[in-house]
């Protein structure tokens, strides 16, 4: 059975209130933080979208990229696998 961390039973009332102010203030900073990268992550686009004759003429792609590949009449999509990381056929 799992042991949780319990708080000590005689606190006073001030100093429940000190450690409130401290876990409210450390949650503030933690909350701003997180949403300081959620838009920085969110401004950037996740994938790139290519139009071209072939995949293998795109130079370095990112995973999660997409490409139509004229030359098969195919939409793939650069997936990234524990195995590989390859084009892969989407239709």
């Not at 195919?74 to 524990?82: E, L, Q």
């Not at 084009?87 to 239709?91: G, I, K, P, S, T």
């Given at each position: 059975?799992?042991?949780?961390?319990?708080?000590?039973?005689?606190?006073?009332?001030?100093?429940?209130?000190?450690?409130?102010?401290?876990?409210?203030?450390?949650?503030?900073?933690?909350?701003?933080?997180?949403?300081?990268?959620?838009?920085?992550?969110?401004?950037?686009?996740?994938?790139?979208?290519y139009a071209v004759v072939?995949?293998?003429?795109?130079?370095?792609?990112?995973?999660?990229?997409?490409?139509?590949?004229a030359s098969a009449g195919?939409?793939?999509?650069?997936?990234?696998?524990?195995a590989s990381t390859e084009?892969?056929?989407?239709?």
């Open positions: 059975m799992a042991r949780y961390p319990t708080l000590p039973f005689a606190l006073t009332t001030s100093e429940l209130k000190d450690m409130y102010d401290k876990v409210q203030r450390w949650s503030s900073i933690l909350i701003s933080e997180l949403d300081s990268r959620d838009i920085e992550a969110e401004s950037k686009p996740t994938s790139n979208i072939t995949t293998g003429s795109i130079g370095r792609p990112r995973k999660g990229d997409i490409a139509y590949a195919k939409f793939r999509g650069y997936v990234s696998t524990a084009w892969q056929d989407l239709n």
